[in-house]
């Protein structure tokens, strides 16, 4: 008995032993943690400076949503009009670009609306809509859900109205909807990075890329602490500081999966 | 079937390398689950012993309410408990959202009944055959529920390992009010569900492997104990 | 000093059958008591009634002193023992009569030794002999040296040798000052421990006499029909 309660005692002493270091908790979303750049980018912040980064990664909207509660200290997403919400809200204090990558549209090799090869992404919709093809959604209120939404209304289509059986709305993240759309032969959009590290593919194959309209912005905001005193404001700025700045810049250059670069720094 | 032999060839594997992190995601799993266990129990026992033995009004709804309780979704309690803690929630200047303690606390509500109800069932039972003698001796109430659950101590070691298994499985609690941080709060499912998310099968179904191992040592552990103590103790 | 202990018109029902009609008695000091009768008679329902285990239906049941909680104990046709050692289950008994820590452990080996079990001190109980087993249960009523000591058919499932045994410890409490109450329907058992006799017949007090007048000249027809009817176990 008195082993388990000092066994206990030493858990306790060590699970508060982690707060004790200087930390700041960042809300990312799971495309860009599961891209792996985390694990390449904050091990240089925090030999740097001695400050650890916590990062919780969910959907942009959830992100979003963790700084209104005021959970995070700093947001790091990539849905420049739910930020310029969240900025306008007053839970941000002043936004900043970090950086961008792409969405590649991705689908079976059968490729039954005939897509492959194009540069127009709108056409590409309209084609799969046209041929009810099978196409997975994230429905999750992400960046990439996001940018998929706008897709579908600047090629003219209602989406909510227009969807059928075809359109599968399945509200998971991006490795799960991957998953989802590679066992049912499914069209899908995806960030580049989260497609380059998945390796359930199945089928399936990049169709559409390099289309301006698949860009995809990256931006930072610290939580303001005026509308939460508990943000830690000096180390929240150090470590948007340092992303912006041009070592961080590089950092986020030099992270690359066999030979290619995810992510393109274009911070002011 | 290939893919299962491959599975559990790369946990081994996994076992042997003595990978740090892989290590440190076990070491938090076991810190994790075996505390929500110890303060589960320590409440638990008592509670279902003071209802098994206990008369009075209410009893039998209870009763009910506790064996409910035992099927309380992970991730609905998770979201309560992360509510709870938020900075926007009642909690929020505890400041322990999205670290360990609040993992221990959400489990320790997610297990709390399993322990309970399964002890008050044993005691209830127990109490048939000792409840003159005891009241004869002058135990009542909590002294003879407390009396009874050292007395029955065996048979509540499975009610307990039954709260240790619901806790090492569960994911969607400790998703949630843990946030899965690399380092700090990512633990056996947790990473078996980003592995899994990532599209990362295999790796996934090894550390799955893994953690089954993990809770059968336990499993066979706590029946080594139960089994000599029971023969040095009768 | 609790004794006398009045009974006045006490009644007992259950499952919707009378099972004790408004006995009326008054059991005082100095004389060891049987409560004798054939096996549903009521005897064991009636015991438990004098002890405090069960309430009465109607009548009343009165000590002569509110606060008789440690000075009278009761031991049981089979013994329920706990899963400890010998010595522990009369420490565990003294404790609840909340004597000092101190002053457990020997005045537990004192009623051991009373008993003849001293060397099975440390033994767990459970493994002891029904006889054996059956001395630790007058022990630990023993330890707290009560005023009263119920026994309801002590030897009842135990066979001669170990009877003789018990028989001789509760001669040595009745010497000592004891005051017993026994029932039992064996009428050797009666007639070698007993100094009156209460004969119950289907849940009413039939007959009260001393010993020898009870077995030599029974006044009511129930009583000598069970005198005949009954073998004389010796």
């Known amino acids: 008995m008195g082993l388990i309660l000092r066994l206990l005692l030493a858990f306790c002493v060590v699970g508060s032993a982690s707060a004790q270091p200087r930390f700041i908790t960042v809300a990312s979303t799971t495309s860009t943690e599961q891209s792996g750049l985390f694990k390449h980018l904050l091990p240089i912040f925090e030999k740097k400076t001695g400050i650890q980064v916590r990062v919780v990664a969910l959907g942009t909207g959830q992100a979003l949503d963790m700084g209104r509660r005021g959970d995070a200290d700093v947001v790091f997403v990539h849905a420049k009009p739910l930020e310029e919400k969240f900025l306008a809200e007053g839970f941000g204090v002043k936004r900043q670009d970090v950086m961008y990558n792409d969405f590649v549209l991705i689908g079976s090799k059968a490729d039954p609306a005939k897509i492959g090869g194009g540069k127009d992404t709108l056409e590409a919709f309209r084609k799969i809509r046209a041929a009810q093809a099978p196409f997975v959604s994230r429905g999750d209120r992400s960046g990439t859900h996001f940018a998929e939404l706008e897709i579908w209304k600047a090629a003219g289509i209602d989406i909510a109205k227009d969807k059928g059986a075809w359109y599968r709305d399945t509200g998971q993240g991006m490795g799960p909807a991957l998953n989802t759309a590679a066992g049912m032969n499914a069209y899908i959009l995806a960030d580049r990075g989260t497609w380059l590290s998945f390796k359930n593919r199945g089928d399936l194959g990049i169709l559409v890329e390099g289309d301006k309209r698949l860009f995809n912005q990256y931006g930072i905001m610290l939580v303001n602490p005026q509308k939460h005193p508990s943000v830690k404001k000096e180390l929240g700025q150090a470590f948007i500081d340092w992303v912006v700045s041009p070592e961080g810049q590089n950092a986020i250059a030099s992270y690359k999966i066999n030979g290619e670069q995810l992510f393109f720094p274009n911070a002011e | ?234 | 000093m609790i004794l006398p202990l009045k009974l006045e018109d006490v009644s007992f029902v259950a499952g919707g059958r009378v099972i004790i009609e408004r006995i009326s008695a008054e059991i005082g000091a100095g004389p060891s008591t049987i409560i004798l009768g054939a096996n549903g008679a009521g005897k064991s329902v009636l015991m438990r009634l004098m002890h405090g285990l069960l309430a009465p239906a109607s009548g009343k049941i009165a000590w002569r002193s509110t606060d008789t909680a440690r000075l009278q104990a009761m031991v049981f046709q089979r013994p329920v023992l706990l899963r400890r050692s010998a010595l522990a289950n009369v420490t565990y008994a003294l404790k609840l009569a909340r004597v000092p820590r101190a002053e457990r452990e020997h005045l537990a080996l004192e009623a051991l030794e009373s008993v003849g079990l001293a060397a099975f001190a440390r033994r767990p109980a459970r493994v002891l002999s029904g006889g054996e087993q059956q001395r630790l249960a007058l022990a630990r009523a023993w330890a707290l040296h009560p005023e009263v000591l119920f026994l309801d058919e002590p030897t009842a499932s135990l066979d001669p040798t170990a009877s003789r045994e018990i028989e001789r410890v509760i001669q040595a409490f009745d010497a000592a000052g004891t005051k017993i109450v026994m029932a039992t329907h064996n009428l050797g058992q009666a007639r070698r421990l007993g100094d009156e006799v209460l004969f119950l017949h289907q849940g009413r007090l039939v007959e009260r006499a001393p010993v020898e007048q009870f077995f030599s000249r029974p006044a009511s027809a129930e009583a000598a029909a069970f005198i005949k009817g009954e073998l004389p176990w010796v």
């Open chain 2, 1 to 234: 079937m290939e893919g299962l032999a491959e599975a559990a060839r790369n946990a081994l594997r996994l076992i042997f390398s003595g990978d740090a992190a892989l290590g440190g995601i076990v070491l938090l799993s076991l810190g994790v689950s075996l505390s929500a266990v110890l303060v589960a129990t320590v409440i638990g026992l008592p509670l279902g012993a003071a209802i098994g033995v206990g008369r009075f009004p209410g009893r039998r709804a209870a009763v009910v309410l506790l064996n409910a309780l035992m099927g309380l979704p992970p991730v609905v309690v998770g979201l309560f408990v992360y509510l709870m803690l938020s900075r926007a929630g009642p909690l929020g200047s505890l400041g322990i959202l999205f670290t360990p303690s609040a993992m221990v606390i959400a489990q320790t509500i997610l297990i709390l009944p399993i322990i309970a109800a399964l002890c008050r069932q044993a005691v209830e039972d127990a109490w048939l055959e000792y409840e003159e003698q005891l009241r004869s001796l002058g135990a009542t109430g909590l002294n003879a529920a407390l009396t009874l659950v050292w007395e029955i101590r065996y048979s509540l070691l499975t009610a307990v390992l039954a709260g240790l298994g619901r806790a090492s499985a569960e994911v969607g609690a400790v998703m949630i009010v843990g946030g899965n941080i690399d380092g700090v709060t990512r633990v056996m499912t947790t990473t078996i569900a980003l592995e899994t998310s990532k599209g990362d099968l295999p790796l996934a179904l090894a550390l799955g492997l893994v953690l089954i191992l993990l809770v059968i040592t336990l499993n066979a552990a706590a029946a080594y104990v139960r089994d000599a103590a029971q023969r040095r103790y009768g």
